[in-house]
């Protein structure tokens, strides 16, 4: 998660990647898509058990919260499920039922899972996920968004699903070279989607940088694409929204304040010194834990507590993601790319394509339905849930399904 500069308004030329027809229909073409089988070494599983076997954990913390950061009770109950009663193997079945595919754009290979609905003329959805996210922060949607009617939904509501695993994420390669920040991964999903048929007409779905990859392919009015939904909006009020802030703006800046003070060292970290923190990522499967679990404790709608609102098993499937393909240093430069293409500028028009919007309770960053009528040219649903938090497809799946087939039936 990051906040960026809001919108002023003035139309400015977005600081973007863009294609000529030719060099992207070349893109589209030179390379195949390929099916991509998901089957760790075992004894890169034994090597994990060891090492969590041979932790030298911190000593206790001195407060009973988690204002220094994850517990050592809890990351030492992660810790031992981690090791005794998990399975991998049920989840790299699962990755493998749903399309596990890669294929190579821009020189990047890109891992991706690609699940076709039943109801032949669906509408084909992109779905990106952020930090520290994975293709798997979508696990519980992914049924009732391609296959609604097995799920007491109505057939046209389905949808094809395309789920990228971002550049230096999960099973995606890592990038050997700068550059490889938002807008670039946003021309790549672009080429992707033409690549696998989607061109003529699309819709395309994010949180946290998935947000950030979405509102740039609005911005750059990609081949097909339709319109968006987001479930987190990165940008900050202006002056003049913060003196005429209603009640219930007020506590959407002080909510932002607090995580800029209390929980946003992750990311400044991550944007000025990712290689710092690379050994650590790379070489402590707890230590890669427990800076993952940080994230799920603070900004999701749990009170400190991330079990209680998404399975363990799954918050280790997550870290698995990062932990197996040492995606951990890879993940955090990401942080580090996006910073400087903001210090060089980002569009400050407001977004063109028809959007909506879903603001979940537990979600650091808000902002108020007036916020965002300024922010977007065609803003066609705004949506609030009772609860969830930044991860909202894993924290409330129902809700978040709910918001998706509204914005799209309203576009």
């Not at 195949?32 to 932790?55: E, G, H």
């Not at 700068?178 to 699309?202: C, E, I, K, N």
């Not at 987001?230 to 009640?247: F, H, I, S």
Request: net charge negative; glycine share 8%; with cysteine.
């Amino acid at each position: 998660m990051i906040v960026t500069a809001r919108p002023t308004g003035r139309a400015s030329k977005p600081s973007l990647p863009r294609h000529s027809d030719r060099s992207f229909r070349s893109l589209i073409m030179s390379n195949a898509v390929q099916p991509f089988s998901i089957r760790i070494p075992q004894a890169d599983l034994d090597d994990l058990v060891d090492r969590l076997a041979r932790t030298r954990w911190p000593d206790a913390d001195t407060v009973q919260d988690g204002s220094q950061g994850p517990q050592s009770n809890r990351i030492r109950a992660l810790a031992q499920r981690w090791q005794d009663g998990y399975d991998w193997r049920a989840t790299e079945k699962l990755l493998n039922g749903w399309g596990s595919s890669r294929t190579v754009i821009d020189g990047l290979g890109i891992h991706f899972l690609h699940v076709r609905s039943p109801v032949s003329d669906a509408t084909p959805l992109l779905l990106t996920h952020g930090w520290p996210g994975s293709v798997l922060e979508f696990r519980d949607v992914i049924g009732p968004l391609s296959d609604p009617y097995a799920h007491g939904g109505d057939a046209s509501d389905a949808f094809h699903l395309v789920i990228p695993a971002l550049p230096g994420f999960g099973f995606s390669d890592k990038p050997t070279e700068p550059g490889w920040g938002v807008g670039r991964t946003a021309s790549a999903w672009g080429v992707l989607m033409q690549r696998l048929g989607y061109g003529d007409r699309w819709m395309a779905q994010g949180g946290d940088w998935g947000a950030a990859v979405t509102t740039a392919l609005a911005h750059m009015r990609m081949p097909g694409l339709a319109g968006i939904h987001l479930n987190m909006v990165m940008t900050q009020p202006t002056p003049e929204e913060r003196a005429n802030a209603t009640p219930a703006e007020q506590q959407m800046l002080d909510d932002a304040a607090r995580y800029d003070r209390d929980y946003s060292g992750y990311m400044k970290l991550q944007c000025t010194r990712p290689q710092s923190l690379a050994f650590a990522l790379a070489d402590s499967p707890v230590g890669l834990a427990s800076w993952i679990y940080a994230l799920f404790q603070d900004v999701s709608d749990c009170d400190g507590q991330p079990e209680r609102v998404i399975l363990l098993d799954h918050l280790i499937d997550d870290i698995m993601l990062y932990w197996l393909p040492n995606a951990g240093p890879s993940s955090a430069r990401f942080y580090w790319e996006a910073a400087r293409e903001m210090r060089q500028g980002m569009p400050s028009s407001p977004v063109p394509l028809p959007a909506g919007i879903s603001m979940f309770p537990g979600e650091q960053v808000r902002l108020s339905r007036r916020w965002a009528e300024a922010r977007f040219a065609d803003l066609r649903y705004f949506g609030e849930a009772a609860s969830g938090g930044h991860f909202a497809a894993m924290e409330n799946a129902e809700t978040f399904v709910e918001h998706v087939r509204a914005t799209f039936r309203a576009i």
